[in-house]
């Protein structure tokens, strides 16, 4: 490959539309702008959403639920995705790793789903009071 010879893939670039150069060339005249009003101006545009005085819908509608910031920070983990990582010690990080969790999450919490049968020692992980009999069971701890 030479820098002489490297052009934009084909149909990539498309030649400027030429407004304004007579009726042979088809947007003569009005400049394919239709005949007056708002758009056909210069600097004539709205507000995305604006109904032309009318309250717009967005305003129209009651606000409805509730999206946290924090919820994409935690993740949930079941009791038998702790016994394939077989880990004597397990954090975040651990889980992290494993792809158990995703990478953004800051706090984990285990639930009771599932059978745990691998003694587990939890470091800086919630857990469920379900959860906490069940590693405790299995001759695991939680810090």
């Given at each position: 490959?030479?820098?002489?010879?490297?052009?934009?893939?084909?149909?990539?670039?498309?030649?400027?539309?030429?407004?304004?150069?007579?009726?042979?060339?088809?947007?003569?005249?009005?400049?394919?702008?239709?005949?007056?009003?708002?758009?056909?101006?210069?600097?004539?545009?709205?507000?995305?959403?604006?109904?032309?005085?009318?309250?717009?819908?967005?305003?129209?509608?009651?606000?409805?639920?509730?999206?946290?910031?924090?919820?994409?920070?935690?993740?949930?983990v079941r009791l038998s995705e702790l016994t394939?990582?077989?880990?004597?010690?397990?954090?975040?990080?651990?889980?992290?790793?494993?792809?158990?969790?995703?990478?953004?999450?800051?706090?984990?919490?285990?639930?009771?789903?599932?059978?745990?049968?691998?003694?587990?020692?939890?470091?800086?992980?919630?857990?469920?009071?379900?959860?906490?009999?069940?590693?405790?069971?299995?001759?695991?701890?939680?810090?």
């Open positions: 490959m030479l820098l002489n010879t490297i052009k934009p893939a084909e149909g990539s670039k498309k030649p400027a539309k030429r407004v304004g150069r007579g009726i042979g060339s088809g947007f003569g005249k009005t400049c394919g702008r239709g005949h007056k009003g708002q758009k056909s101006r210069s600097g004539g545009f709205h507000k995305v959403g604006f109904e032309g005085g009318q309250m717009p819908i967005q305003r129209r509608l009651p606000k409805v639920g509730f999206n946290s910031a924090k919820k994409r920070l935690s993740a949930e394939s990582l077989a880990a004597e010690e397990i954090t975040v990080d651990r889980l992290i790793e494993s792809g158990t969790v995703p990478i953004y999450t800051k706090r984990v919490k285990v639930i009771l789903s599932g059978e745990i049968s691998v003694a587990v020692k939890l470091k800086g992980i919630f857990a469920t009071s379900g959860a906490v009999k069940a590693i405790e069971a299995a001759g695991g701890s939680v810090e």
